[in-house]
T-cell receptor, first 112, second 113 residues
Framework: EAQVTQNPRYLITVTGKKLTVTCSQNMNHEYMSWYRQDPGLGLRQIYYSMNVEVTDKGDVPEGYKVSRKEKRNFPLILESPSPNQTSLYFC???????????FGPGTRLTVL | KNQVEQSPQSLIILEGKNCTLQCNYTVSPFSNLRWYKQDTGRGPVSLTIMTFSENTKSNGRYTATLDADTKQSSLHITASQLSDSASYICVVSGSGGSYIPTFGRGTSLIVHP
C-alpha cells in the first residue's frame, strides 16, 4: 500500500531534550516536506527536500533540522525543543514539488 | 510574496444543504491549484487539481472552479453530508522558480444534522 508513515504518532517531552520524528514513504517520491499545524494558522512549511541531499528552509525553520540521506526517509530533528514547538506535525511527499502531496497521519508533539 | 487567502474562515450548514468555499491567490506564474480535505487530526487528502486551462473539475459532490484571470477558485459542495465536516485547504503551486506549493489557512466546515 502506498503510504507515508510517521513515528511516533504522539510524543510528550520536556524542554531541551533532543528528539527525532521519523518520516518514510514507499512511493519513490523525490519531494518531501514537513509542516506544522497550529489552530488558526493552517499548515506552515518547516523544511522541504527536492531530492536526496537537497534540503531547504520553508516558512518556519527556526529550531528544526532535517536530513535526506535516502530517498524514502526525511527525519525531523528538534535539537532543543521548547514549549512553542508544541504542535501537530505532518510529513508529506510528492513526485515533484508542484504535484499532489500525500500526507502522513501526523505526530502530535507536546513540549513541557 | 505568494499568498493564498480563503473565506470564510468557518462555516456551519445543515445536512443536505449546498455551500461554496472561496480561495483567492497571488501566486505567479501559476501552475496548478488543489483543494484538500482534512478531517480532524488527520492528514489532508487531495480532492481536485486544476491547471491553467481548466475552469471546472468535479469529484462526486465536490465541484471546483477556477478563474485564472481573476486568480480565484471556489469549491462547491452539493447535498452536504455529516462526513463533509472537515477543514478544506486551497493549495496553489507556481511554475518556474515558484513551484513550492503555497497553502491557504483553510475553511472549517461543520455540517449539522
Amino acid at each position: 500500500e502506498a503510504q507515508v508513515t510517521q513515528n511516533p504518532r504522539y510524543l510528550i517531552t520536556v524542554t531541551g531534550k533532543k528528539l527525532t520524528v521519523t518520516c518514510s514513504q514507499n512511493m519513490n517520491h523525490e519531494y518531501m516536506s514537513w509542516y506544522r499545524q497550529d489552530p488558526g494558522l493552517g499548515l506552515r512549511q518547516i523544511y522541504y527536500s527536492m531530492n536526496v541531499e537537497v534540503t531547504d528552509k520553508g516558512d518556519v525553520p527556526e529550531g528544526y533540522k532535517v536530513s535526506r540521506k535516502e530517498k524514502r526517509n526525511f527525519p525531523l530533528i528538534l535539537e532543543s525543543p521548547s514549549p512553542n514547538q508544541t504542535s501537530l506535525y505532518f510529513c508529506a511527499s510528492s513526485i515533484a514539488g508542484a504535484d499532489t502531496q500525500y500526507f502522513g497521519p501526523g505526530t502530535r508533539l507536546t513540549v513541557l | 510574496k505568494n499568498q493564498v487567502e480563503q473565506s470564510p474562515q468557518s462555516l456551519i450548514i445543515l445536512e443536505g444543504k449546498n455551500c461554496t468555499l472561496q480561495c483567492n491567490y497571488t501566486v505567479s506564474p501559476f501552475s496548478n491549484l488543489r483543494w484538500y480535505k482534512q478531517d480532524t487530526g488527520r492528514g489532508p487528502v487531495s480532492l481536485t487539481i486544476m491547471t491553467f486551462s481548466e475552469n471546472t473539475k468535479s469529484n462526486g459532490r465536490y465541484t471546483a472552479t477556477l478563474d485564472a484571470d481573476t486568480k480565484q477558485s471556489s469549491l462547491h459542495i452539493t447535498a452536504s453530508q455529516l462526513s463533509d465536516s472537515a477543514s478544506y485547504i486551497c493549495v496553489v503551486s507556481g511554475s518556474g522558480g515558484s513551484y513550492i506549493p503555497t497553502f491557504g489557512r483553510g475553511t472549517s466546515l461543520i455540517v449539522h444534522p
